[in-house]
């Protein structure tokens, strides 16, 4: 009954509205503007050719996410030198606070920050780590619905999604110190 | 209803933050950190650092070109083939 012509409306309603979310993660995964548009494009295209495997009134979001994710991992060389983690098993989670809550108890230094380094930072992380940061502390999307779309369970989202968030403050805090946004944390005695 | 205490309170706080607790445990946190100022202040932080990501990364937009260049595809993808 269906007509191979017949998908393009819904196609058109379902898969464009998430047309910027696509680009703002292409982004984040190339740390690259050119590359970002080359995999929005691919993926669309890819996501159009298998729309008869797309269930209708599912998640396109995550369906699409899917196809891009992939496709950056099949089809995008990923960068020579990609950002490792940092070690940051041996530092306490809330040490960072601990130094600035005297002096900048809100954090106010990420206001002072720019928008370019901010964006830099996040492209410094490690790919797995922007990954996660993009989709949920970017694009607010459900912990279950970014598992779902990676493909890993909720509790590696939450890990990850944990380290990428202490490595980017770090990262930023060491701006912030540099740019004299904030005074230094004091040495231990 | 259990009490939490500052580590069990801060090891769901990035939960509690995101929306991804219980109704129960999110009861259990938002009850610690009236009576916790220091933690109140930790979760201050960790919430102003969540909103400085989503504001400044979250306004992108898909450029107009790119947005006219892929519907430029599909719509050869559907005369073409």
């Known amino acids: 009954m269906a007509e191979p012509s017949a998908p393009g409306r819904s196609f058109d309603e379902e898969a464009l509205p998430h047309l910027d979310t696509l680009y703002r993660v292409a982004l984040r995964l190339t740390a690259d503007p050119t590359q970002a548009e080359d995999l ?34 099949n089809d995008y060389r990923r960068r020579k030198h990609e950002p490792v983690a940092m070690d940051l098993e041996a530092v306490e989670p809330h040490a960072l606070y601990r130094s600035i809550q005297d002096t900048d108890p809100e954090g106010s230094f990420f206001s002072q920050i720019v928008d370019a380094k901010v ?20 694009e607010g999307m459900p912990y279950g619905e970014i598992a779902e779309a990676l493909k890993i369970p909720v509790g590696t989202v939450k890990s990850r999604l944990f380290r990428a968030r202490r490595q980017l403050q770090a990262v930023l805090y060491d701006h912030a110190v540099e740019a004299g946004y904030i005074k230094p944390r004091e040495t231990a005695p | ?34 009576h916790c100022r220091d933690c109140t202040g930790y979760a201050r932080f960790e919430e102003s650092f969540l909103s400085m990501l989503e504001t400044r990364a979250g306004q992108t937009t898909c450029p107009k070109e790119l947005r006219a260049r892929i519907l430029a595809a599909l719509r050869a993808e559907t005369t073409g083939s």
Request: some cysteine; glycine content about 2%; proline content about 3%.
């Open chain 1, 119 to 138: 964006l830099e930072a996040i492209d410094a992380l490690p790919a797995d780590f922007r990954e996660v940061l993009a989709l949920s502390d970017i």
């Open chain 1, 40 to 73: 929005v494009q691919d993926t669309m295209l890819k996501a159009y050719r298998s729309w008869r495997q797309y269930r209708p009134g599912t998640n396109a979001r995550g369906w699409l996410l899917t196809i891009l994710r992939n496709t950056f991992i």
């Open chain 2, 1 to 34: 209803m259990s009490r939490l205490d500052c580590d069990q309170a801060l090891a769901h706080l990035q939960d509690y933050l995101k929306r991804e607790l219980t109704p129960e445990l999110v009861t259990e946190v938002r009850v610690h950190l009236e």
